[in-house]
């Protein structure tokens, strides 16, 4: 298997009646599966879509998303995550750089499409149904898979997944079927063949992050079955893991902790989640140990949508390394160099990470400028400070750059600071992370106001309220002034410095 093409159809081949998708009460084996693929995918050729069209998906954690997602790839088009939390303003972006053809959306994100102003240009918008009423939605369509299919090769586009870029611009980070066919080679294929019908997974975890897109294929490719679920109350997440005998799910750190606290509450005999998985910014070992003392593996990975995976521990490489972001996966080199003079620092020195492997981003969709600053000679450029120990464990310890980690979602400065700056009233701004117990960091608005202007906080607040998701609003602070260099650049690192001591 070189592409995404016939995924489904591969694996509807190998277990046709093992349960593939569940959300609430409407269920699919992988044969139905594929027959909703393939019915989606006579849709998208009814309506014209060809080979490298780019389609968003603005949709919900359902058993519509992973269908709708391989419906797309098996005509040849590209697969665009788009954020739930998404404003008119950051849509407009991506339509227009990502020169988007159509979008599909749930219901609720309607509102967004119709208030943000490119989606004239969409050839077309597709509303799909809640889960009940997704099952029939394109029952007029032919189950058997399209004739005139186009081909695709292991070099084509399959995912662009945008991150805002330090420009302030949405870059989209394109993904080649082959970077993720490799992937999902690297376990052998052995593993396809012989599943462990008792792992099923549970998606809590939104779609458009790489890493619950990429476990999507995995879980296609190994055969194990994908319970979708919106709910984010910890309680209900933990009655749908015992419903559904929920063996394995992924989520972020906060998420994890609220789940295993509220686990804690009561008796919960012969709990069924063995394994949990978490990335996106670095797990405590405080809450490694609270998952170990309650009988499950939490697991931690490192890597980027650029890179897919990088590396990852888990607690069979040993305690003494709880600290590290383990090994790095089958096929990836990673190697640690001076930031300025770029060369290989020795075992143990900090530096920063540098990973080449199979699965790495093509680049940015249409921007050569920004490849090149992160993608040199096969290498890409993580802008985190790092080691490797004499064992081979990479240990994260910074970043070199400006972005923020909210949890799992990265926040660039610049975008933030370009909303803040349009505000009426403001003269002067800089964006800074800072600490925060729930979601590692939160951004912070330094802003330096104009003379005799009447703008309060609030003000500013609101203003980006209007213009960004909610995870991207800043805590707005006022000062007389921002510290510079001598050439007139803002010092973040001393804005940070500043603003910790006054915490």
Partial sequence: MNTLQYLVAERAEISPQH???????????????????????????????????????????????????????????????LSKSMTPYELDSIITSGQLKAII??????????????????????????????TTQFSAYNTNTPEALPEVLPEDLALMMFTSGTTGKSKGCMIAHGSVSAFLNSGGQEERANIDKSMRYLFVHPFFHMSSMSILFMCINTGNTMVCSEETDPAKVIEVIEKENIKMLFALPPALKYIVEELEKGDHYDFPLKL???????????????????????????????????SSWHPQMGWKKVSSAGKPAPHVEVKIVDPETRQEVPTGEKGEVLVRSPYLFKGYWQNEEATNAVLQDGWLAMGDAGRLDEDGFLYIEGRYKDVI????????????????LAADGVLEATVVGMPDDVYGEVPYAFVVKQAASALTEEDVVNFCKERLAPYKVPTVVFVSSLPKNSVGKVLKNEVKKQALAHA
């Fill in 105 to 134: 959306h749930h219901n609720e994100f309607t509102s967004v499409l119709e208030k943000a102003e490119q989606t004239a240009g969409l050839s077309f918008t597709l509303k799909i149904e809640d889960a009940k009423e997704f």
């Fill in 405 to 420: 980690v909210y949890g799992g979602d990265n926040i660039y400065p610049d975008q933030v600071e370009e909303v803040v």
């Fill in 19 to 81: 349960e593939a998708l569940v959300e609430h009460n409407e269920r699919y084996t992988f044969n139905e599966f594929h027959e909703k693929v393939n019915q989606l995918s006579h849709y998208f050729l009814e309506k014209g879509i060809q080979k490298g069209d780019r389609i968003g998906i603005l949709a919900h954690t359902s058993i519509a998303y992973p269908v709708v997602t391989m419906g797309i790839l098996q005509v040849g088009a590209v697969v665009v995550p």
């Fill in 276 to 310: 949990a998985v978490s990335g996106g910014t670095k797990v405590s070992e405080s809450l490694i140990e609270q998952y170990d003392r309650n009988g499950m593996i939490l697991a931690q990975g490192y890597g980027s949508t650029e890179a897919w995976i990088i």
